[in-house]
């Protein structure tokens, strides 16, 4: 269902004066109360008065993560502590973490933009919504649960991990949408059959997949293993979490709360603004937010927008499922690898489950790739040669891929991370020093 | 006359050979013949057990990944040639031995080899033609 009509199905010409005037509030409120933006617009010799047109957001400088970063704990906040009432903040896997506070007011846009995803994912009032995503400072968990208020769905607050008890919820309280990573997903429907259930016996109709990348091979593995309709949900901690865009069942890409956030595609060495169908780094800027609203925020996202209308009606633009991120691309003897490419020849292989591990060293002066592969039993046999041929073939179907020829390694089922979180596939051994 | 073996996956880490071992024990399964091929990155441990079925579902519930296939258990003389003379009837009709181990028994005074082939079933009429003493299921249970 479509959650809330007048938003998302809007005409491009009203939409665009409401972008206008929400971004020159922002760019007011940030340059008034955010001293760190205002050095930074000031450095840049912008102010309000030059924001005419949509496009004139080109003029102002972008916000890295280590600005929000050198921010760090509250400085980023639009407003005085008395109107913040939630505080998350980014995992901080790469250092410190960002921190995102959140007025009333954001709290109540962030329910409404997971309403709105819950709507595009066949969510009805009667449904039972199985949250498993990680309920704390990472905004998955309660964000989805904000989202679930708002539309008025019973959530099931059962958060990450146990997975035992995940699955004891899904067979007695019968829960209709999962909320969790793709890898976690995989993992409940392999420890479903390895109890002895299917399908037929749990009642999800669809899940709300994100906070890692996956491909439309895992969704066709999730879709046949738990019965469902596989969605991608897209977000962020800097700029709210999980919902700023959402797929529908049309499956033809993410549609953004643009109402909300305003969406740009750019050249992520240059800078230079891209076109609709050009494929770059996406940046957003918040339209609404009060706590901590961010200008024109490098995501590190690699994707492409769409302006068409879709056929479920909405309007909101749309973003491409996220290929890679311009951080995590690797870089194997000049030639750029994204994770994804290689889970994608993976899931060509019969017998292969997509859990996988790519590691790269440089033993002398070239790089070596070595990708680490869960054996099963149609890929195991009782004799070396024959599992070092799997291994070649695997390899080579890889090289088709991605151009280079990587090392294959059989490992035991069960034996590589499935994550909770976000499942870590990369590995880098190379001392760049 | 064939014989099941049982193969387990064993990775190169710490400990998957003892951990094997240790399900069988704890099972009360016993080893009858056991042999492990390796490369640099892996092995894998052919056994012949007592009880192949009850093994296999041991082994898988302890996360190992296991598979089942066929081999030939010959006696041989327990003596110098005994066993080239074997390989000798194999080898003049072009019958390649993927791989071989041994054993001996304290109850038959001859060597016993396990033998899987690339022709498994030109290979064991061969063998029988030439009076080869083949070993059964029934047989390794008795050793």
């Known amino acids: 269902m479509v959650w809330n009509k007048e938003a998302e199905c809007m005409e491009k010409e009203e939409k665009e004066n409401l972008q206008l005037k929400r971004l020159k509030n922002t760019i007011k409120k940030t340059y008034e109360r955010v001293p760190f933006y205002r050095k930074k617009l000031d450095e840049a010799g912008v102010s309000v008065e030059d924001i005419k047109t949509l496009k004139d957001i080109e003029k102002l400088p972008f916000t890295e993560k280590s600005d929000l970063r050198s921010a760090y704990p509250f400085k980023t906040f639009a407003v005085p502590d008395d109107e913040i009432v939630e505080i998350h903040t980014s995992s901080g896997t790469t250092g410190k973490p960002t921190v995102s506070g959140y007025t009333k007011k954001d709290i109540d846009i962030w329910g409404e933009i997971t309403a709105r995803a819950i709507g595009m994912a066949l969510g009805e009032k009667h449904d039972k919504i199985q949250n498993c995503y990680g309920y704390g400072l990472f905004t998955g968990g309660l964000g989805i649960h904000h989202g679930a208020h708002k539309f008025g769905a019973t959530v099931i607050p059962i958060s990450a991990g146990n997975t035992k008890k995940q699955i004891e919820i899904l067979l007695d309280f019968q829960s209709t949408i999962i909320s969790c990573t793709p890898s976690y997903a995989l993992y409940l429907a392999e420890s479903l059959e390895n109890e002895g259930y299917g399908p037929e016996d749990i009642s999800l109709k669809s899940g709300i997949f994100g906070a890692e990348m996956w491909t439309e091979e895992m969704r066709d593995e999730l879709e046949k293993r738990l019965g469902i309709t596989a969605l991608n949900i897209y977000g962020l901690t800097e700029i709210i979490g999980p919902g700023v865009a959402q797929e529908c069942p049309e499956k033809n890409g993410l549609h953004i709360s643009d109402d909300h956030f305003y969406p740009e595609i750019i050249n992520s060495e240059t800078g230079e603004v891209l076109d609709y169908g050009e494929k770059g780094e996406l940046v957003l800027t918040t339209l609404t937010r009060e706590g901590s609203p961010v200008i024109r925020f490098r995501t590190k996202d690699i994707t492409t927008l769409r302006e068409e209308k879709c056929s479920c009606g909405r309007t909101l633009v749309r973003m491409d499922r996220i290929t890679g991120r311009t951080d995590d691309m690797l870089k194997i003897r000049g030639v750029l690898i994204f994770p994804s490419q290689i889970e994608k020849a993976l899931l060509k292989i019969d017998g292969i489950s997509p859990n996988y591990q790519i590691i790269v060293s440089r033993p002398e002066y070239l790089d070596e790739v070595e990708v680490k592969v869960e054996a099963s039993r149609e890929l195991f046999s009782d004799e070396i040669k024959e599992m070092e041929s799997v291994e070649n073939k695997i390899a080579?179907?890889?090289?088709?891929e991605i151009g280079l020829r990587v090392e294959v390694t059989l490992s035991e089922p069960g034996s590589l991370p499935r994550s909770e979180g976000k499942a870590i596939r990369v590995i880098d051994n190379r001392n760049f020093e | 006359m064939s014989v099941e073996q049982i193969s387990v996956f064993i990775e190169n880490k710490e400990?998957?050979?003892?951990?094997?071992?240790?399900?069988?024990?704890?099972?009360?399964?016993?080893?009858r013949a056991l042999s492990v091929a390796d490369s640099t990155k892996y092995g894998i441990l052919r056994l012949i057990v007592s009880d192949t079925e009850r093994t296999i579902k041991a082994l898988e519930d302890d996360g190992f990944l296991v598979k089942k296939n066929e081999v030939i258990i010959v006696k041989v003389p327990d003596e110098p040639n005994g066993l080239n003379s074997v390989l000798e009837i194999l080898d003049q009709n072009k019958i390649n031995v993927e791989y071989i181990y041994a054993f001996i028994t304290h109850k038959v005074d001859q060597a016993v080899v396990v033998m899987r082939l690339e022709d498994m079933e030109n290979g064991k009429k061969l063998l029988k033609s030439k009076n080869?003493?083949?070993?059964?299921?029934?047989d390794i249970k008795n050793l």
């Not at chain 1, 080579?396 to 088709?400: E, G």
């Not at chain 2, 080869?132 to 029934?138: C, I, M, N, Y």
Request: no cysteine.
């Open chain 1, 396 to 400: 080579s179907v890889i090289k088709k």
């Open chain 2, 15 to 31: 400990g998957r050979v003892k951990k094997a071992i240790n399900t069988l024990a704890k099972s009360d399964i016993n080893i």
């Open chain 2, 132 to 138: 080869a003493e083949l070993l059964t299921e029934e």
